[in-house]
Nanobody, 125 residues
Framework: QGQLEESGGGSVQPGGSLRLSCAAL????????IGWFRQAPGKGRKAVSC????????YYEDSVKGRFTISRDKATNLVYLQMNNVTPEDTAVYYC??????????????????WGKGTLVTVSS
């Protein structure tokens, strides 16, 4: 299994939107459930959202429900995290990871194996 790469981070004002992308370098993501995680300054890494291999089922952490959407495009081998109506509390380094499970499993650190290096999202006015 190879490396993951996140992109799409940057600075955005409160209420704005960003779309993060997760790509695999040298292999397909289509066989893996994918998780998005974030680590805010001075805090531990937490799960944000996960999506199954088929894309039919997903998990969202409570604070992002209704604002963030995870999706996958098998044609382009990408997984996205659409972030809408962001707040300063969404400021963090965002990571994507491949899960050890395919269709059902916990969306947590212990259930992921390969990780990207992260992309920084800063929400401020």
């Amino acid at each position: 299994q190879g490396q993951l790469e996140e992109s799409g981070g940057g600075s955005v004002q409160p209420g704005g939107s960003l779309r993060l992308s997760c790509a695999a370098l040298g292999y397909t993501l289509n066989h893996y459930a994918i998780g998005w995680f974030r680590q805010a300054p001075g805090k531990g890494r937490k799960a944000v959202s996960c999506i199954t291999v088929g894309g039919s089922s997903s998990y969202y952490e409570d604070s992002v429900k209704g604002r963030f959407t995870i999706s996958r495009d098998k044609a382009t081998n990408l997984v996205y995290l659409q972030m809408n109506n962001v707040t300063p509390e969404d400021t963090a380094v965002y990571y994507c990871a491949t899960a050890t499970w395919s269709d059902y499993g916990p969306c947590d650190d212990n259930s992921m194996d390969a990780w990207g290096k992260g992309t920084l999202v800063t929400v401020s006015s």
